[in-house]
């Protein structure tokens, strides 16, 4: 039987970043909580596979209602551009684009933002975070300092993601985010997708826990394959109106 190492270091990979990375979801989750309390939502912004985490963030039985989730894809979607604009998978390095997502948004002065991006240095991610810092939104990035800080990485001018950020998840995510040599020059394994969703739930769990604490009530979807699930959601998706789109089936 082949023996997978991935599957070796995984418990590793957990207990990595809730040792070094709790403090940091902590305070996250607090920023969270503040907004929601005070009437505002989560955006959750990433491109490429860092959308996973994103995905995981919002619209999802057990996770929070106010959660909107911006997307390159909007730009289809709710801006009407020809679907084949957006296909180059570099894309995401052009200037111009971060804007262009966020003008199709519904945004609130009382929302914040939460920016994934491995690299942390691609133009869509970083622009992202300099206008919604310029409009004076609290900001939480999740990334991977060992490649934003790596001499391995892609020139980029400028800030990165973590620069920006008012607190800094780090994903423990390897340079380049394949963390197994199978044989000389060939790397499998990707973390960043593993430990994000991993500090998507636990942020979701500790901000429900802090609204609680705050006297506030959790706005959280339940299951629509449960019998009470399409009422339910129902009511949150009214409360919220517009500022939260559905996610696509």
Known sequence: MIESEYATRAAGMVDRVLTTQLPAIQEA????????????ILQ????????????????RAGGLAPVGMLAVKDLVMFGGEDP????????????????????LAEISPADMFLIVSNSGLNAAVVEMAQ???????RLVAITSLAHTRSVHA??????????LA?????????????????TPGVRVGAVSSFTGVLVAQVLTELTCRRLLAMGHDVPVFISANLAAGDAHNRTLHERYGGRVRPIEP
């Not at 959750?44 to 619209?59: D, N, Q």
């Not at 995510?173 to 963390?179: E, F, I, K, L, S």
């Open 29 to 40: 989750a607090s920023l969270v909580a503040e907004a929601i309390a005070a009437g505002g």
């Open 44 to 59: 959750a912004f990433g491109t490429g596979h860092s959308r996973i985490v994103t995905l995981e963030l919002a619209g």
């Open 84 to 103: 084949a604009s957006i296909l180059d998978p570099t894309y995401e390095r052009e200037s111009g684009l971060a804007g262009r997502i966020h003008a």
């Open 131 to 137: 206008l919604v810092r310029e409009r004076g939104h």
């Open 154 to 163: 892609r020139h980029s001018t400028g800030p990165h993601l973590a620069d």
């Open 166 to 182: 008012d607190v800094v998840i780090d994903n423990c995510a390897t340079p380049g985010d394949a963390d197994i040599e199978i």
